[in-house]
């Protein structure tokens, strides 16, 4: 837990460094959510297309009194970096530049990808850091080798330091768009930074992949992001690693199809007190992810994510006779016609007055990565920020970056807020804090005065 709660009505002293030169963006990870982020960001430089679905490019932000007339857009209100400033990499265990993965993907349209395929097939994945034993449907031969985990976690800080020479970026962020590996649970060595160390050095096989780029990016003062379900930086050691170097980090697991519904839905049901008796969700995927998603261990890890959700919402140890009874089944079904458009099904059995019965169907025929490519570029800009930030830059996990998460990182013996508008005004109300505007509460009672 926090230890100093400070009371939130007291202004903040907050330093923002102006956003000067270029952000790197480095991504583990080069495949349908990674090129369609980076393409999508190309494509909106050269004017093709728009940044829809983004808070930081699209949104707006209330300052002061709904009388004073005051919106800025959330980009004009504090200093982020512009999607100009924007240069990438990323690393991958398949040889395919940003152009032929794009085109592997199949997210993106051939038409608009041959736009772009200049910029986009000169950037070329780094030899990866991977274990079979963390990804079973997947094998590929860009992959480092070392003599132990230590070896290949040096030769990932190698990367970050050439990236930031060769690319002249004045600042960097790693964002995890890799795949979702097996489920693990903390072990001894992810309890310090010191058992973290020694464990690669022995290379303990509790040590993921992505717990490797991870220690790098923190290593090198960078911020990270994690956009799996992946435990990564969610243990001690990571904690204690990004509040040491000022490197802020935030996760896990982008929150798009599914999980936005049910965190939008759930919410309305609690506010309303209708009871739950159930809810099934089930999906086909056809895309990488759900032939990695296919395996027993990566499911796992997936199911626990986006099973917490209605947990946290519905409160059923308040609420017993209304949610102390929920029946919640998530299934991931691997279906390759699809590809990358997925169709997500809900069943929802509530109860209302008197106990009576109804049901809820939602059907979400989505896209996968048109959704999450959004989320990357604001968690990019917004680790940024909070790297500029004296009040956020030492304080590690960056919660008001909750909004973005299926499974939102919070500090040790917190609950996580799951409700997308609880967590949007976390977001924003943050933002205002920074600058100084007064917090919005919504209480409005001096209208009546
Ligand atoms: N698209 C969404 O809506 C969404 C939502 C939440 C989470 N996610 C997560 O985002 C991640 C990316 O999704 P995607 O659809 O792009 O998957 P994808 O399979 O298309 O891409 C993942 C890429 O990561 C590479 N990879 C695997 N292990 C690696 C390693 N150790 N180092 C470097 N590269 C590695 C794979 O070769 C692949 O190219 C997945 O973990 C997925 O679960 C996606």
């Not at 590929?140 to 070896?151: E, F, L």
């Not at 050095?201 to 790098?216: C, E, N, V």
């Not at 969610?234 to 697991?253: H, T, Y």
């Amino acid at each position: 837990m926090a230890k100093s709660l400070k009371p939130v009505s007291e202004p903040s002293n907050a330093v923002i460094e102006p956003a000067k030169g270029k952000l790197g963006v480095m991504i583990p990870g080069m495949g349908a959510v990674a090129t369609t982020f980076v393409a999508g960001v190309e494509a909106i430089r050269k004017g093709l297309a728009a940044p829809i679905g983004s808070l930081t490019q699209m949104g707006t932000i209330r300052l002061g009194k709904r009388t004073d007339g005051r919106t800025p857009k959330v980009n004009e209100f504090v200093p982020l970096a512009t999607l100009n400033d924007l240069v990438f990499t990323g690393w991958d265990i398949y040889e395919d530049n940003m152009y032929e993965a794009a085109t592997n993907a199949g997210v993106l349209d051939r038409y608009l990808l041959e736009k772009i395929k200049p910029f986009l097939s000169k950037i070329k994945p780094r030899k990866a850091v991977f274990d079979h034993n963390y990804v079973k449907r997947i094998e590929g031969p860009n992959v480092k080798k070392g003599k132990n985990k230590m070896d290949l976690a040096e030769q990932l800080r190698q990367d970050i330091r050439d990236f930031k020479k060769s690319s002249g970026a004045s600042r960097l962020v790693t964002i995890w768009c890799a795949s979702t590996e097996t489920f693990i649970k903390p072990t001894a060595a992810h309890q310090s930074v010191k058992a973290f160390e020694k464990a690669m050095l022995k290379s303990d096989p509790k040590i993921a992949p992505s717990m490797m780029y991870a220690y790098a990016s923190l290593m090198e003062g960078v911020p990270f992001a994690n956009g799996a379900p992946n435990l990564t930086v969610d243990i001690p050691a990571m904690r204690e690693l990004s509040r040491q170097n000022e490197a802020p980090i935030c996760g896990k697991d982008f929150k798009t199809g599914q999980t936005l519904m049910k965190t939008v839905l759930a919410p309305a049901f609690k506010a309303r007190l209708l009871g739950m008796a159930g809810w099934y969700s089930t999906n086909i995927l056809g895309n990488r992810d759900g032939e990695v998603l296919d395996d027993p261990g990566s499911f796992k890890t997936k199911e626990e994510s986006k099973l917490g959700v209605l947990e946290h919402i519905l409160q059923p140890s308040i609420y017993p006779e209304l949610y102390g009874n929920i029946f919640h089944k998530v299934r991931i079904n691997y279906y390759p016609p699809r590809g990358d458009n997925k169709e997500g099904w809900d069943n929802i059995d509530i109860f209302g007055w008197l106990g009576y019965p109804m049901q809820i169907k939602v059907d979400f025929l989505c896209r996968d990565s048109i959704l999450a490519a959004p989320l990357v570029l604001d968690l990019v800009l917004f680790l940024d920020l909070a790297k500029r930030t004296s009040e956020l830059r030492g304080i590690g996990i960056q919660e008001w970056l909750s909004f973005y998460f299926k499974s939102p990182m919070t500090a040790p013996g917190l609950y996580p807020e799951h409700d997308l508008f609880i967590q949007l005004m976390k977001l924003k109300n943050t933002l205002r804090h920074l600058k100084g505007e007064e917090l919005i509460t919504h209480l409005g009672l001096e209208y009546y005065d």
